[in-house]
């Protein structure tokens, strides 16, 4: 079992900037992949962003452009910078790895959630 904590999030203003972290600890075998999903209220869970094992990236259309992934294999880490905040973007992020476990098997964990919210 791995355990994710994010870290980051917060009050930003439109325009502004926050940086989401993400940190795994336990025991991980490999690493298929890892992102951040976000869900607002009202709203459909979104995958806002991915990244492959490969390094190859993916991004909701609604964040390209302003949002960039990258991660720390060494520390099994990941972050989310995100710049040019819109309201639209208030919502609880959630951060996930994709990976092989001790045991073989392929396993998805999930951080609890951070809050990020956009507003003047």
């Known amino acids: 079992q791995v355990k994710l904590v994010e870290s980051g999030g917060g009050l930003a203003q439109p325009g502004g900037s926050l940086r989401l972290s993400c940190a795994a600890s336990?025991?991980?075998?490999?690493?298929?992949?890892m992102g951040w999903y976000r869900q607002a209220p009202g709203k459909q869970r979104e995958l806002v962003a991915r990244?492959?094992?490969?390094?190859?990236?993916n991004y909701a259309n609604s964040v390209k452009g302003r949002f960039t992934i990258s991660r720390d294999n060494a520390s099994h880490s990941m972050y989310l910078q995100m710049n040019s905040l819109k309201p639209e973007d208030t919502a609880v992020y959630y951060c996930?790895?994709?990976?092989?476990?001790?045991?073989?098997?392929?396993?998805?964990?999930w951080g609890q959630g951070t809050q990020v919210t956009v507003s003047s």
């Open positions: 990244i492959f094992s490969g390094g190859i990236t």
């Open positions: 996930y790895l994709y990976y092989r476990g001790s045991n073989h098997r392929d396993v998805t964990d």
């Open positions: 336990g025991s991980i075998f490999s690493i298929n992949g």
